[in-house]
């Protein structure tokens, strides 16, 4: 009796598939291989036949087919009961139960009526085509990652919004905000579920290597060239590798080429902006490599004739190349290197800063414009005497410019492998090193070195039905500093002096995670701990834990419980004057910590999608820098919790085949000591967003149009008006609440040919800008002026226009 | 006052979701991950149309989901498009699941000859549905005269996947 045999031989292993994973992916679940060795009766190799993997209900899992060898390979597939199944000739086929688990290799017999002599063998061309040889779908896996992710913008609608940086591709989104911290030197940070900026961690690949110095000039310098996407994770429990990301992480993704491309994007608008991008990529044998440049430039703005600037202006260039390889001993490589530059000012217009900084006599500025501004164009009035300070201002366009250059160099590598016994090595490095040079008219001239060095490996591996990771990572961060008080009357004006800002923090860090799937796989759980030793603060210890509950194809809910903490760090972004003061004292300093819960509900269908979520979010020991009687600084923590609670939802419709609606609602409740959020630097956040977004995708057309309508802001006690009242330039109460307003952004292109396309992009087309309404020009009882008052858009409507071509 | 009138908003939001998550999980049928019958309803690559699963009726369906980054769907798409002029008692359909424009290049490139329908902006509930749930491409499907899940295959097709599917699909 002719006779076949199987050898099955089984272990953990994580996907190392040639199937494409396209962006929207989930991340393939824990899987083994699955290799049969087929023989006929003879012993001789069953060459180039198809065999077939079914599920114990007979339904086809995956097809491959046998080698030059008789070896076939099913490289994913999950543990449970199977059929392996071996067509033969005139309908005959030849079957056995297999029992995959993660546990012992088994060995499985088949035996067949087929005689080997009636069995044709399949061309050799047939076998080459085959690049994938199956993967057990039955788990969505999506927990099953370092970093779960909540919402993604790809390449693609990047390039619909005509999205140039960070920022511009995460505007209009529920639970996601740009915040602006500084009306002349444009300080902006990325909120998650309005808790402050600070709190979102920014990863490139993976790999967390910006800290605050590099945040607080850095996200306007990450373009969107090179990305293939860009992924959120709201909240603390959806980070294993990044506990310091309170509110949540954003993880920029290289695009990995898969083709040959060349393409130049080219745009110009008013108020001198200029984009100039080039994308190439060339992918070879063993693996690809793709270079890019960005050269972007924009004036300073000011829209209500003050002569200082509402929109900070800035000339930035980078470069970067990437290398990719497929196989270099086993490893998948993926690096990454950038250099960027950047030059912004702020304050007095234009970008001669030598001039600038030069002019430090006179009165160059209009303090009687704007809203509520003063009766006098050289000075302002004091509210506590009701009189114009005296003597008028005469600083010059020094005394309120805020000039910063930076210079960065980025290096990330990431290293994976998979093990024949399925156990996988994912490995990470990586380096950033941030300058800065900074003068801040009535402050300080600030210079700082920041060293961020990120080391990770990791182990994944199948254990008795769960997928387990064990990790150790080490993070580096130094900062050092020099600084010149530039403020008359403070004890050490005019006098260099060193590492006033300045901290070392070495954290090593250990880290478990299992993942596994129930009942039928409807439920998946993932349960992680963290523990991390830092050099300063001693050992922390952060937790997590995510559900996903599959209620059918189209409907799934989310549970998310994490905690993390964040070191206290840089702090001269939050006050400049700390460079002036007598001494800043961190002796009572603690990490911040925080405590999430988030349940998210997710239906989607072809036409219709919906997306709500509940999350809340506990601070304690936030950092606070309080200047105290003797005028030092005394960084502290606080002493009540911080709270946000937010409701949100988000839903699209494709209405017809060409045109789409979304809508989005987001509602908060805050909790906090006014005291807090104003020795925090928090900055106001409004209690309620909405958000419509229309898109129409026909013909050579594309065309969208995304608003948001942000609801009133409680000023007074975001900006603690009762310890610290505030007013306008004529001696006028700053308002208790901000207006209401909306921002419409719209974007159109057209598809000239193959390779050239037009866009045209208007943003804040109903031109509405805080300076026109309340300015952000303020002043203390004393008359004591200061610049950062913020709660609305500060730079009005906006046209760009521009063309992309691509090879 | 205000305060008030935001907590009420804040908890008719959260009311409403808590309301919509046990509805849902409540009546919510048991996944089908590889459904009985299978329909949906896309848009044509060049936004004219909605296309249904029901536009075909008695006929058997091969649906091939790809995307413009991707290798084996690069090289298998001249297969596909030669197959789909022989086995004219089955009806091809393509799904690209990048953006419009570039799946349009993509089309024209091979000047292919069967309809191509736009994925949702999210595809994953479309193809967990079709079983592949983890989105990885290329995903071939092919559905029965009923419109039943009948053959599938992730990764590359070659022309004896498709001649068998279609002989096991088609049949009835």
């Known amino acids: 009796m002719p006779r076949l045999s199987a050898s099955v031989a089984v272990g953990a292993m994580i996907v190392a598939s040639s199937a494409y994973i396209p962006s929207f992916a989930a991340t393939p679940a824990l899987s083994v291989p699955l290799q049969s060795e087929v023989k006929d009766s003879l012993g001789h190799p069953w060459k180039h036949r198809d065999v077939r993997l079914l599920s114990s209900d007979g339904k086809e899992v995956s097809t491959t087919t046998t080698d030059a060898n008789g070896i076939a390979r099913f490289q994913h597939v999950a543990p449970g009961k199977y059929v392996i199944e071996i067509p033969g000739v005139n309908g005959a086929l030849t079957r056995k139960d297999v029992l995959v688990t993660s546990q012992g290799n088994p060995t499985v017999s ?16 047939a076998l080459e085509q085959i690049t994938v040889t199956g993967v057990r779908a039955t788990e969505p896996g999506a927990l099953r990652g370092d970093i779960v992710m909540t919402e993604s913008v790809d390449s693609q609608e990047m390039a619909k919004t005509g999205a140039t940086s960070l920022i511009d591709a995460l505007t209009h989104r529920p639970g996601i905000d740009i915040q602006v911290e500084c009306s002349v030197c444009n300080v902006r940070s990325i909120t998650l579920d309005n808790l402050p900026g600070r709190f979102t961690t920014l990863t490139l690949d993976g790999v967390p290597i910006f800290g605050p110095a590099s945040n607080a000039y850095g996200l306007d310098m990450l373009g969107v060239n090179g990305l293939e996407r860009i992924d959120v994770s709201r909240g603390a429990g959806s980070s294993l590798t990044t506990p310091e990301s309170l509110a949540g992480t954003i993880t920029l993704v290289t695009k990995v080429p898969t083709k040959d491309t ?31 440049a960005t050269n972007q430039s924009h004036y300073s703005v000011d829209g209500v004739g003050y002569g200082i600037s509402q929109f900070t202006g800035y000339h930035r260039e980078l470069a970067g190349i990437s290398l990719f390889a497929n196989d270099l001993d086993g490893f998948r490589i993926k690096t990454r290197y950038d250099h960027i530059e950047e030059k912004r000012g702020g304050g007095p217009l234009g970008n001669d800063y030598s001039a600038i900084l030069a002019n430090t006599t006179g009165n160059p500025f209009n303090w009687s414009a704007g809203p509520n501004g003063s009766p006098y164009s050289n000075t302002w009035i004091e ?17 309120i410019a805020q000039i910063i250059f930076t210079v960065r160099n980025q290096f990330v590598s990431t290293a994976d492998r998979d093990f024949d016994d399925g156990t996988k090595l994912h490995l990470a490095f990586g380096y950033a090193h941030h300058e800065q040079s900074s003068w801040y008219g009535m402050d300080s001239d600030y210079w700082d070195n920041q060293h961020q060095i990120y080391l990770d490996a990791n182990l994944q591996r199948l254990l008795g039905g769960a997928l387990f990771t064990v990790g150790a990572n080490y993070k580096s961060d130094q900062l050092s500093s020099q600084s010149i008080s530039t403020t008359t009357g403070t004890p050490y004006y005019g006098i260099l002096r060193y590492d006033v800002d300045a901290y070392q923090y070495r954290t090593p860090g250990i880290y478990v995670q299992g993942y596994e799937a129930f009942f039928d796989e409807r439920l998946e759980i993932n349960a992680s701990v963290r523990e991390d030793d830092n050099n300063e603060f001693g050992s922390v210890t952060t937790p997590r834990l995510n559900a996903l509950w599959h209620h059918s194809d189209t409907l799934s809910s989310r549970l998310a419980i994490g905690t993390g903490y964040r070191l206290p760090t840089s702090f001269f972004e939050q006050d400049h004057g700390i460079l002036s003061a007598f001494s800043v004292d961190r002796s009572g300093a603690k990490p911040e910590r925080s405590k999430n819960a988030s349940y998210s509900l997710n239906y989607a269908d072809d036409r219709f999608a919906v997306t709500t979520s509940l999350n809340y979010t506990r601070i304690t020991d936030m950092a606070l820098f309080v200047n105290n009687a003797a005028n030092n600084f005394v960084l502290e923590p606080a002493q009540q919790p911080f709270t946000v609670a937010n409701a949100d939802i988000d839903g699209t419709w494709q209405a017809t085949p060409s045109d789409a609606f979304t809508v989005g609602l987001e509602g908060y409740h805050y909790q906090f000591n006014p005291y807090d959020a104003y020795n925090a630097a928090l900055f106001s956040r409004p209690e309620y967003r909405v958000h419509l977004s229309y898109d129409h995708d026909s013909g050579p057309w594309d065309f969208n149009i995304r608003s948001t309508f942000t609801g009133p802001q409680n000023l007074a006690k975001w900006y603690d008006y009762a ?20 921002v419409v952004d719209m974007h159109t292109s057209y598809q000239f040919n193959q390779w050239v396309s037009g866009e045209l992009g208007i943003t804040n087309l109903t031109n509405y800008q805080q300076a026109k309404h309340d300015s952000y020009l303020f002043q203390d009882p004393y008359g004591n002026l200061n610049v950062t008052y913020i709660w609305g858009p500060n730079i009005g409507r906006a046209a760009v226009a521009g063309v992309k071509v691509k090879f | 006052m205000v305060e008030a009138t935001v907590h009420n908003r804040i908890s008719s939001i959260a009311a409403f979701a808590l309301a919509g998550a046990f509805l849902a999980s409540a009546f919510a049928p048991t996944p089908v991950f590889a459904a009985e019958r299978m329909e949906f309803q ?23 989901v790809w995307g413009t980054e991707c290798p084996p769907c690069v090289k ?5 498009n030669a197959q789909s002029q022989i086995y004219t008692n089955v009806q091809f359909l393509g799904i690209g699941t990048d953006d419009r424009m570039s799946s349009l290049r993509f089309a024209n490139r091979f000047q292919v000859h069967y309809p191509q329908l736009q994925a949702p902006k999210d595809p994953s509930g479309l193809l967990r549905r079709l079983g592949d749930l983890h989105g990885a491409l290329p995903f071939t499907v092919v559905l029965d005269t009923e419109h039943r899940m009948c053959a599938s295959r992730l990764g590359e097709v070659n022309a004896e996947w498709i001649a068998a599917a279609v002989k096991k699909c088609s049949a009835d």
């Open chain 2, 42 to 64: 896309l848009a044509t690559l060049n936004g004219t149309a909605f296309v249904k699963l029901d536009d075909f009726v008695n006929r058997a369906i091969l649906i091939n």
């Open chain 2, 76 to 80: 298998e798409t001249p297969l596909l």
């Open chain 1, 723 to 742: 310890d610290n009242p505030i007013y306008n330039l004529n001696g006028t109460p700053k308002p208790d609440w901000s207006p209401t307003f909306w």
């Open chain 1, 383 to 399: 509210p506590s005497t009701g009189q114009p300070v005296e003597p008028p201002y005469d600083g010059g366009e020094a005394g």
């Open chain 1, 110 to 125: 088949l035996v067949t009526d087929v005689k080997p002599e009636k069995v044709a063998s399949t061309p050799k061309s």
């Open chain 1, 262 to 292: 060349a393409e130049i994007d080219a745009d110009a608008g008013n108020f001198g902006y200029r984009h100039e991008t080039a994308y190439g990529a060339k992918v070879f044998d063993w693996g690809a490599v793709s270079v890019n």
